[in-house]
């Protein structure tokens, strides 16, 4: 059974910030390609972070130079660092695993940035 656990969300004030964490099980993690999605109350889930089976990274414009991906394949784990937080990070930030035309989601963890 294949499960992504996201954790670490929850309040924070603005310039705050969290680290998220997806734990995978299930699969062969060291070979899939993982990213962070959010979805924010009313709008559509978007890309925010991807990273390789060989560690490349990408950031969607919003959060780059605040924000870093990282995993660890010993631990079948993968991070988002998230720094500098402002209230429009407000989401929900779910984890992904893709493998060619396989795609696992996680549930999700609320991310709320507010004073």
């Known amino acids: 059974q294949v499960q992504l656990v996201e954790s670490g969300g929850g309040l924070v004030q603005p310039g705050g910030s969290l680290r998220l964490s997806c734990a995978a099980s299930g699969i062969s993690f060291r070979l899939y390609a993982m990213g962070w999605y959010r979805q924010a109350p009313g709008k559509q889930r978007v890309l925010v972070a991807t990273i390789s089976s060989d560690g490349s990274t990408n950031y969607t414009d919003p959060v780059k130079g605040r924000f870093t991906i990282s995993r660890d394949n010993a631990k079948n784990t993968v991070y988002l660092q998230m720094n500098s937080l402002k209230p429009e990070d407000t989401a929900v930030y779910s984890c992904?695993?893709?493998?060619?035309?396989?795609?696992?989601w996680g549930k999700g963890t609320l991310v709320t940035v507010s004073s």
């Open positions: 992904n695993a893709k493998l060619f035309t396989i795609n696992w």
